[in-house]
DNA sequence: ATGGTGGATTTTCCA
């Protein structure tokens, strides 16, 4: 089996990129965020034709997630069940076959200290009860998606620059550590030990040429899940070329 | 350069 995690920034946007992706290279799950658009407007037709199931969670303009899986979507839950989260468009649980998908776009939070900084910590507390009351951590379980924080300073280009700035800060880490502590390793540090290996290139400062990335997207898995991954990387061929989102897919591979 | 680019929708928000 084959898991990939993508921020695809507008799935109406990115369509040719997706699709070349999935023919590419064949992923058995994909957890999309940031569709952008609502479900009715979702491209489902193209997709589907390359033999996908499709689950979405959207809505007008922002955030947006979305599963696609070549077996059966079944249980699916969107959102976590509060309604002031849930007017924003971030969690999308899903079983495919014996796995259980967790698909989150987690908040931004703009800039350390903002309003929405402070939303983003409080929301990744709520993240973890819904997990505690929601999802059972003895099957093969893979929280997923955009977590917008990189999890040590292995994970940042030039961690100086970023000390305690918005996606890195202390407060951050400690509550996506916090999330972690239901029972979840990061997938990708079971294979790649060393630095410099990243998910996201900021537009705005022509990021990616210069190599300024940050690792931001996230497999992370229960123990059963954990056990059975026997690979994870990040598709770079994904982040060059025609009209690229501004995150790089990552695809686990599971025994 | 507290800038820059990109997406959806609009005359700006969000990242």
Redesign the pocket.
Same mark, same amino acid.
């Given at each position: 089996m084959r898991v990939a995690t993508w921020n695809v920034?507008?799935? #109406?946007?990115?369509l040719p990129r997706v699709l070349e992706f999935l023919e590419r290279k064949k992923p058995d799950v994909v957890c999309l965020q940031?569709t952008?658009?609502?479900d009715e407007?979702f491209p489902r037709e193209p997709i589907e034709e390359q033999g996908y199931q499709i689950a979405s969670f959207g809505q007008?303009?922002?955030?947006g997630v979305a599963i696609l899986a070549r077996q059966r979507i079944e249980d699916v839950i969107r959102g976590v069940g509060d309604a002031e989260d849930d007017r924003e468009a971030r969690v999308l649980c899903a079983t495919v076959g014996d796995l259980v998908l967790v698909n989150l776009y987690v908040?931004?939070?703009?800039e350390v200290g903002a309003e #929405?900084y402070h939303y983003k910590l409080a929301w990744l507390g709520r993240l973890r009860t819904f997990l505690d009351h929601r999802i059972d951590k003895s099957e093969k379980v893979i929280v997923t998606g955009d977590f917008?924080i990189t999890i040590d300073d292995r994970d940042v280009h030039d961690p100086e620059r970023w000390r305690e700035k918005i996606l890195c800060s202390s407060a951050e880490r400690e509550a996506l550590a916090n999330v972690m502590g239901w029972g979840l390793k990061d997938a990708f540090r079971k294979f790649h030990e060393e630095g410099g290996h990243y998910t996201w290139w900021?537009?705005?400062?022509?990021a990616f040429k210069k190599g300024w990335g940050l690792r931001i997207d996230h497999l992370l898995m229960s123990p059963a899940a954990f056990e059975a991954c026997t690979n994870v990387e990040i598709d770079l061929d994904s982040r060059t070329g025609e009209?690229p989102?501004?995150h790089a897919p990552v695809i686990a591979e599971l025994a």
């Amino acid at each position: 089996m084959r898991v990939a995690t993508w921020n695809v920034n507008s799935i #109406r946007a990115r369509l040719p990129r997706v699709l070349e992706f999935l023919e590419r290279k064949k992923p058995d799950v994909v957890c999309l965020q940031e569709t952008k658009c609502l479900d009715e407007q979702f491209p489902r037709e193209p997709i589907e034709e390359q033999g996908y199931q499709i689950a979405s969670f959207g809505q007008k303009t922002y955030n947006g997630v979305a599963i696609l899986a070549r077996q059966r979507i079944e249980d699916v839950i969107r959102g976590v069940g509060d309604a002031e989260d849930d007017r924003e468009a971030r969690v999308l649980c899903a079983t495919v076959g014996d796995l259980v998908l967790v698909n989150l776009y987690v908040v931004n939070g703009q800039e350390v200290g903002a309003e #929405r900084y402070h939303y983003k910590l409080a929301w990744l507390g709520r993240l973890r009860t819904f997990l505690d009351h929601r999802i059972d951590k003895s099957e093969k379980v893979i929280v997923t998606g955009d977590f917008n924080i990189t999890i040590d300073d292995r994970d940042v280009h030039d961690p100086e620059r970023w000390r305690e700035k918005i996606l890195c800060s202390s407060a951050e880490r400690e509550a996506l550590a916090n999330v972690m502590g239901w029972g979840l390793k990061d997938a990708f540090r079971k294979f790649h030990e060393e630095g410099g290996h990243y998910t996201w290139w900021d537009f705005r400062t022509l990021a990616f040429k210069k190599g300024w990335g940050l690792r931001i997207d996230h497999l992370l898995m229960s123990p059963a899940a954990f056990e059975a991954c026997t690979n994870v990387e990040i598709d770079l061929d994904s982040r060059t070329g025609e009209k690229p989102s501004d995150h790089a897919p990552v695809i686990a591979e599971l025994a």
